[in-house]
């Protein structure tokens, strides 16, 4: 176990003004020296998403105003190095905290980090080293700062524990794409465990254990052991196609937010890429992607993926998902408000740059465009002229892209599902996000943990759009895809080969269960439960069926 140090300050006054500022003029240069150091190291491992966030920290520390204020409290007010600079810097950022711009308000944090680290060298404190980790470490922390996020080696973590932290913050994010355990918040754990205690963590549970008796540590080292054997055993899926016992096949695509998780993919033989979700890159710059930045990241996922269809899906902001540098008005209900298509179709300027992005890239491989959060036709018309107005574009300056390439849709809002009919006519696929298609059907939001028992794949109303949706694609002669949670439920999935559903998209991490199931289906029986499903009146009574069906 590592754990995040915390230190204590008080103030004193000092003698020798010019022992103190050269003090801490070492102690920045030391911490500026690593920083080099750690960006050497991401060179050398081309990480450019954590080298730029590296490279923006070098910036602040070599900032000559950083530690102005600092001096003159040394200075003037005969303080110690150590307070001087946690008042110095605890005046910019709250400065930074008070203005009114998201994403300069963010930066604070980043100063906060800066000002921690230089303490910690004047205190002469080892800090706890992130990029030197143990194998099977298990982090513990108050929280994960940016900064600790880029130096992390991920490789030897085995869980992480903090206390503050949402489900969709950078680290969780990562964390769920490497499979990591992680539990999030925690309160006081910090102050409840020590550097080398002996910790289990129950990623599914929230069970956490400190220093556990024996009997404890041996029923989690089997614990262990099965998944990794189960985990072995499932690889040999990896190159078997998803086709049932009486050979009705289904692709199994996976569900990505950059580039970089194509690795995950292509090690569990996914069939293409259900959804990128590409408001990830906005997320992770400090400012918007230029047209070239997001060709060379949709171009990558077209390259890669070679034959295999990759829907690149436009921009879905807003909602639970921000983007400071657009500088969004707060809303009283953001889920219903302007987000997603709605926002592109407003900023065709910002919309066109990804559009164009996308056809360019185009070329390199097989990639669809996918609108999320259509609620009306003329929405659907709006974005695909748009598109055409790209290809136009592009056609003037004589530059390549495929001309048909795919346009489709996500129907995750139930007036679509229930107009699937007319939506299938003019676009040429579906990907049904439940996710959202959940929350608004039922008027549950997806993240409030006191609705959650309203949040319901099983729902009966759930299942019907599902089904109405399935069919209209299938009546008009496209396919229709999943790309929301439910598509990886081992037990929703006979429900959705017994729908027809043509494409499960999902993270990399369920694709192999979800192959494994596949394989083991019969189609005929998953019609047959499909049947008695559609009779059931309650969730809870769909769910019963769903866990009781053998196959
Ligand atoms: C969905 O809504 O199901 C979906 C896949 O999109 P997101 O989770 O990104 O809203
Ligand atoms: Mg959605």
Redesign the pocket.
């Known amino acids: 176990m590592l754990k995040k140090e915390k230190y204590e300050i008080e103030k004193s006054n000092i003698q020798n003004v010019e022992e103190e500022i050269k003090k801490l003029e070492e102690a920045l240069s030391s911490v500026i020296e690593e920083t080099k150091n750690s960006i050497k190291e991401l060179q050398k491992e081309e990480n450019n998403e954590q080298l730029q966030i590296m490279q923006a920290y070098l910036m602040i520390l070599q900032d000559e105003t950083l530690l102005e204020r600092t001096k003159i409290m040394i200075k003037d007010e005969q303080l110690d190095s150590i307070y001087a600079t946690k008042k110095g810097l605890d005046e910019i950022i709250e400065n930074f905290k008070n203005i009114d711009n998201e994403y300069l308000a963010e930066r604070a944090k980043d100063i906060e980090d800066i000002k921690n680290r230089i303490i910690f060298k004047l205190l002469n404190k080892e800090e706890a080293k992130f990029h030197n980790l143990e194998p099977n470490t298990i982090i513990v922390t108050d929280e994960l700062t940016t900064s600790d996020t880029s130096d992390i080696n991920l490789k030897n973590v085995q869980g992480i524990i903090s206390e503050i932290g949402g489900p969709n913050s950078h680290v969780s994010i990562i964390a769920r794409n490497k499979q990591i355990p992680m539990i999030i918040r925690v309160d006081d754990v910090a102050d409840k465990v020590k550097n080398g205690d002996l910790l289990i963590i129950n990623g599914d549970t929230g069970e956490i254990y400190i220093n556990p008796p024996n009997e404890e540590i041996k029923k989690y080292q089997e614990l262990q052991r099965l998944a990794q054997e189960k985990k072995i055993k499932l690889e040999a899926y990896k190159n078997k196609s998803a086709k049932t016992k009486d050979n009705y096949q289904v692709e199994i695509s996976c569900?990505i937010g950059k580039p970089a998780d194509l690795e995950d993919a292509i090690n569990v033989g996914a069939d293409g890429i259900g959804?990128f979700?590409t408001?990830f890159l906005f997320m992770d710059s400090k400012q918007m992607p230029t047209e070239e930045e997001q060709f060379e990241s949709y171009k990558k996922v077209a390259e890669i993926m070679k034959e295999k269809l990759s829907i690149i899906?436009t921009l879905?902001v807003g909602?639970d998902?921000e983007i400071p540098y657009l500088n969004l008005e707060k809303e009283d209900n953001p889920f219903l408000g302007y987000r997603a298509i709605r926002l592109c179709l407003e900023n065709t300027e910002l919309f066109k740059i990804q559009l164009r992005a996308i056809l360019r890239a185009s070329k390199y491989g097989n990639l669809a465009i996918m609108f999320?959060m259509i609620s009306t036709i003329e929405e659907l018309r709006k974005a695909k002229s748009i598109v055409e107005e790209c290809k136009s574009e592009l056609d003037d300056k004589k530059i390549p892209y495929n001309s048909n390439i795919k346009v489709g849709m996500?129907i995750?809002i139930p007036a679509t599902a229930i107009m699937a009919d007319s939506f299938a006519k003019e676009c040429d696929f579906f990907?049904?996000?439940?996710?959202?298609?959940?929350q608004y059907t039922l008027a549950a939001e997806?993240g409030n943990p006191k609705i959650a028992h309203l949040y319901t794949k099983n729902h009966p109303a759930i299942i019907k759009l599902i089904k109405y949706t399935v069919e209209a694609a299938h009546n008009n002669g496209i396919f229709c895809g999943?790309?929301?949670?439910?598509a990886s439920n081992i037990h929703y999935i006979p429900l959705l080969v017994g729908l027809g559903l043509d494409e499960f998209?999902m993270n990399s991490s369920a694709i192999l269960e979800a192959k494994r199931v596949i394989t083991n289906l019969d189609k005929n029986n998953c019609e047959k439960l499909v049947e008695k499903v559609l009779k059931a009146e309650s969730d809870k009574e769909v769910e019963k069926i769903l866990k009781e069906f053998k196959y």
């Open positions: 569900n959804l979700r408001e899906r879905d909602g998902k999320p996500m995750e990907s049904i996000g439940t996710n959202d298609l959940i997806r999943m790309c929301g949670e439910a998209s």
